[in-house]
């Protein structure tokens, strides 16, 4: 509740103030407090166990990863590799998620404050769902190249998508 009181509030300066200099600094202020909220949270989420075991044991030599995309396989390895601690896949995942969205909604909103309260106000439930969260910020970038009319960096993107999680389709 404190992150979208914050990021509301945030909203209406930058709706009723005509500094941008200001109001690009709330939006990054914005954009940290969902990465911290997401690097620090502990046993919530959806899917919190298969993730945070697959996370443990993603590097040993014998492991079924039928179950993950390829993308999402090779992000746990790389943080793994360099490191024990969730801790630290989950604010590279969140990172890498909302960098993507950030900078989409930085590009094409009016209001992008506003627009990553209410962003957020409506994907709070995705939190958690690593793979598919990640598919769906690399789509949001992709709007983009739709916009653009760039079908090879938009089929990139989906490409990319689609090997964090098979919903991609969908988009």
């Not at 940290?32 to 620090?40: E, I, Q, R």
């Not at 995942?93 to 106000?121: D, E, M, Q, V």
């Not at 009319?149 to 993107?157: A, T």
């Amino acid at each position: 509740y404190f992150i979208l009181i914050a990021l509301f509030a945030f909203s209406f300066y930058e709706i009723y103030s005509e500094d941008e200099k200001h109001s690009d600094k709330l939006f990054y202020a914005g954009i940290a407090m969902l990465v911290l909220l997401d690097g620090l949270r502990w046993g919530s989420g959806t899917d919190w166990l298969p993730y945070y075991q697959f996370f443990e044991l993603c590097n040993r030599p014998v492991h079924d990863f039928d179950y993950f995309e390829p993308l999402y396989v090779v992000f746990n390895r790389i943080i793994r590799f360099f490191t024990d601690r969730y801790t630290v896949f989950l604010f590279c995942h969140a990172l890498f998620c909302y960098s993507l969205i950030g900078s989409t909604i930085k590009k094409y909103a009016r209001y992008p404050i506003l627009t990553l309260a209410l962003y957020y106000s409506v994907t709070l439930c995705f939190q958690g769902m690593n793979r598919q969260y990640m598919a769906m910020a690399v789509l949001i970038f992709a709007v983009r190249y739709v916009i653009n009319r760039d079908l090879l960096r938009f089929s990139i993107c989906f490409v990319i998508a689609f090997f964090f999680h098979r919903s991609s389709v969908l988009f």
